[in-house]
């Protein structure tokens, strides 16, 4: 070649790669969600040398916090990552959703945009396991097995026949069913661990056979484990490890994983959000009830028993507080009464749209107004004054801050609540009704989600915090694809060459 020719070309080569942001141009990304892992818990076990896969990752690149999502919900936050968008544009606000007067599941077909690995099938196959908010499964180039919470009867994977395969493999989905039950401990315990390990043989068998560029596995039992025996955490119960030893055992999986990704492989390791101790629930209906913004109709959860507190739960709590529920059971049953049931979830047929002015979403602190609402702007202030200045009767600590849609959201923000309340501390905002107490001690539930997950990336350089809609920029960079311009997030991989 001339001599002369040789440092044009250079040049040329070297203005691409500024061009393309200094992609990586790695063969695969392999991308391991942990749903819920937070670093306090993984820190000390990584200084213990007890997740050392999870180290070794770390050690190679760089790491971070990964901001969440308002709410802070799985639904919601797994498309925000996989979209590279907020709420406002990709249309997932929670994982239920209003529909005319009632509030139906939300599902893959509500998703607005595409996701990243739409856009990585269009330079080879691709390999997405249990993400949620892909059921129903759509069509890849590749392979998907959809996330929490599909139903095995409507079918669950593409192509079809994958999921005969998984089936006789003993594969398991997570349904409803999964949930925990007070006294089912051990069994809860030991389907979560089949589930993880099934899931990692039906990962491991698919990244090996397919001729794949994106990988995307999703562990999500962890979630439950946490909500359900955080108060375990730290203390001197038989149930004081199983948070810590189930994070070992993802651990181990990620290794495996790594291991059958092979070389020229880029690792991300993501939490859609992290996890701490739930205190108290705030039942947002309640208070909005009280306060005179939501009337209700008919005779569920109203009138004058509900509003001196006798409905179902406050007599459940009741009497569980004195230890006399076992032994009336046998008579509410009788009466038909289900002492050992919780409130149904209220639909919007539950509440006199004519006269109420506002309500909650039963998760996630989600505030709509109605058409009674009148001046919304004033309303909204109104709301927002007083839902800020909310404390908790025992501490006197406020409980939330208060946003707009368009404070946090892009995009047209089609069917966005219209304020969003994130928790300022170990509470978890719920809107079922029959509560006659805003602020209550949870029942169940002893761990809640917090807005700073955590991510692991095997290459880059220079640790940094990171928003949940980078991650699908990072993904792209790191396969040398461009990132289209409807994604909000950017590319969080860093070169030592980088600026």
């Known amino acids: 070649m001339n001599s002369s020719i040789k440092p044009f070309l250079l040049l040329l080569v070297f203005l691409w790669m500024i061009i393309m942001g200094g992609a990586t141009g790695a063969d695969h990304v392999l991308v391991i969600g942990l749903d819920g892992a937070d670093w306090d818990v993984i820190q000390p076990l990584m200084e213990e040398g007890e997740m050392p896969n999870l180290q070794k ?16 919900e799985s639904p919601v936050a797994w498309t ?5 968008t907020t709420p406002g544009k990709h249309g997932i606000y929670g994982f239920i959703e209003r529909d005319g007067n009632t ?4 599902t893959s077909e509500d998703v607005e945009q595409n996701r990243v690995w739409d856009y990585a099938g269009e330079e080879g196959e691709v390999v997405v396991v249990n993400v949620p908010q892909t059921f129903p499964p759509q069509e890849v180039n590749g392979s998907l097995i959809s996330g929490y919470l599909s139903i095995e009867d409507a079918g669950y994977t593409y192509p079809e026949e994958l ?14 069913s999964d949930e925990f039950e007070e006294g089912k401990e051990e069994e809860f315990l030991e389907r979560l661990n089949v589930t993880v390990e099934k899931r990692t043989e039906a990962a491991e068998m698919l990244l090996e056979r397919e001729d794949w560029r994106l990988g ?27 948070i810590d030893d189930h994070y070992r055992k993802l651990d181990r999986q990620v290794g495996e994983l790594v291991e059958q990704a092979g070389d020229n492989t880029t690792v991300m390791v993501v939490s859609d959000h992290g996890f701490g101790p739930l205190e108290k629930n705030v039942y947002l209906n309640t208070w909005l009830k009280k306060e005179g913004y939501l009337q209700l109709e008919g005779e569920k959860a109203s009138g004058f028993l509900a509003d001196i507190g006798l409905t179902q739960q406050n007599v459940v709590d009741s009497l569980s507080g004195l230890g006399l529920l076992e032994p009336v059971k046998g008579f509410f049953d ?8 919780d409130l149904p979830e209220p639909g919007l047929s539950d509440i006199d749209l004519e006269t109420s002015r506002a309500y909650a979403g039963n998760y996630g602190g989600k505030i709509y107004l109605t ?44 069917g966005a609540p219209d304020l969003v309340l994130e928790s300022r501390g170990p509470y978890r905002a719920v809107g079922f009704l029959g509560h006659q107490s805003v602020v209550k001690q949870p029942p169940e539930k002893t761990g809640t989600h917090r807005r700073d997950g955590m991510y692991i990336l095997s290459s880059g350089a220079g640790d940094s915090d990171a928003d949940i809609t980078d991650i699908s920029p990072t993904i792209l960079k790191a396969l040398g694809q461009p990132v289209p311009d409807e994604m909000d997030g950017v590319s969080i991989l860093r070169h030592p060459t980088d600026r």
Do not use: C
């Open 103 to 106: 509030f139906v599941p939300t």
């Open 163 to 176: 999921q005969e395969e998984l089936e006789r493999d003993g594969y398991r989905i997570e349904t409803l």
């Open 371 to 414: 058409g009674n609402a009148g001046d919304r702007e004033e309303l909204l202030k109104e709301l927002e004054a007083e839902l800020e200045s909310l404390e908790d009767p025992d501490t006197g600590r406020k409980i939330f801050e208060v946003y707009r849609p368009e404070e946090i959201y892009t995009g047209d923000m089609e």
């Open 216 to 242: 995307w596995v999703v562990y999500t039992g962890l979630d439950r484990l946490q909500h359900y025996f955080w108060k375990y955490q730290g203390g001197e119960s038989d149930y004081a490890e199983v």
């Open 334 to 341: 009788f009466l038909g009464f289900n002492p050992g049931a």
């Open 57 to 72: 990752l770390m050690e190679e690149g760089q790491h971070g916090n990964l901001t969440t999502t308002l709410p802070v």
């Open 80 to 84: 925000s990552m996989s979209t590279g």
